[in-house]
């Protein structure tokens, strides 16, 4: 029961946008925010859009966050992006470990504990993203694969790094589909993953956001359960009004 968290709402835009596309969203976003509602807001552009939209929010409270990264701080890794690179462009946090990384780039446990330590020490907010599939929850085996991910995921970090994370818990059947985890299924998820951090984090109040599928209309509702700090969002942060009706839903 962590309420005292300030609300985060990233979005996350995945394989979406153009320069001149993402730094007309990014502006939209910007004018349309209200002055402090309360909640920290980050948008996580395309590699290829990330100066561009730095520039477009500099000044603003808007943080700027990649969608991946690759441990190594340089080196002979065609198309791999470090962490150094990442602050270097102006970004705070790191979405490292989503479930399209996971399911089509052989993204693992033990890749995703190797990419959090190297955005750790490069001073990078890693959002660690943890959820199960459609066949594990109709096996009863979310908690199980929930506990591995962030067991393994944030395994041996560095004394007092814990508190920099951020966890999301996007169950992957909610994911673009539009089925939306009930409270009560996402809350009693959440709430697993916030009794596992004081073992394995050594931070207990670390910000837990939901993903899928998540919408102006069912965001209050989500942020209302004591134990989701926030959300990341895909599709509907896409478009300026539906990111702002998200915003202020959470406000
Ligand atoms: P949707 O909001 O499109 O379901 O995507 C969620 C997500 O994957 C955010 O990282």
């Known amino acids: 029961m962590t309420k005292a968290l300030t609300p985060l709402i990233a979005g996350n835009w995945k394989m979406n946008k153009t320069v001149p596309e993402a730094r007309a969203l990014a ?9 402090s509602r309360g909640v920290e807001v980050a948008v996580a552009p395309p590699y290829t859009a990330l100066a561009a939209v730095a520039d477009e929010i500099a000044g603003s409270p808007i943080k700027l966050a990649a969608q991946e990264v690759f441990w190594e701080k340089q080196g002979a890794y065609t198309g791999a992006i470090s962490p150094l690179m990442l602050t270097d462009v ?8 989503h479930s399209e990384r996971r399911q089509y780039f052989g993204e693992t446990d033990e890749t995703v504990n190797r990419k959090v330590k190297a955005a750790l020490e490069a001073g990078l907010f890693p959002i ?14 979310t908690f199980a694969v929930v506990e591995k991910q962030i067991r ?12 920099r994370l951020v966890i999301a818990y996007e169950p992957v059947w909610a994911i673009g589909t539009g089925k939306t985890a009930t409270p009560d299924q996402a809350q009693e998820v959440h709430k697993l ?17 939901y993903g899928g599928s998540v919408t102006p209309d069912n965001a209050g509702e989500l942020m209302g359960q004591p134990d989701i700090n926030g959300a990341l969002v895909g599709g509907a942060s896409l478009k300026a009004a539906s990111f ?7 406000g």
């Open 27 to 35: 502006r939209e976003i910007r004018q349309g925010l209200s002055p």
């Open 90 to 97: 102006g970004c705070h946090y790191v979405i490292i470990g």
């Open 128 to 141: 660690v993203c943890v959820g199960e599939t459609l066949e594990q929850r109709e096996q009863g085996r």
């Open 152 to 163: 393994q995921g944030l395994a041996a970090l560095a004394p007092g790094q814990g508190e």
């Open 193 to 209: 993953i916030r009794g596992l951090l004081p073992e394995v984090a050594g931070a207990a109040d670390l910000r837990i956001l």
């Open 244 to 250: 702002l009706g998200i915003i202020n839903a959470a």
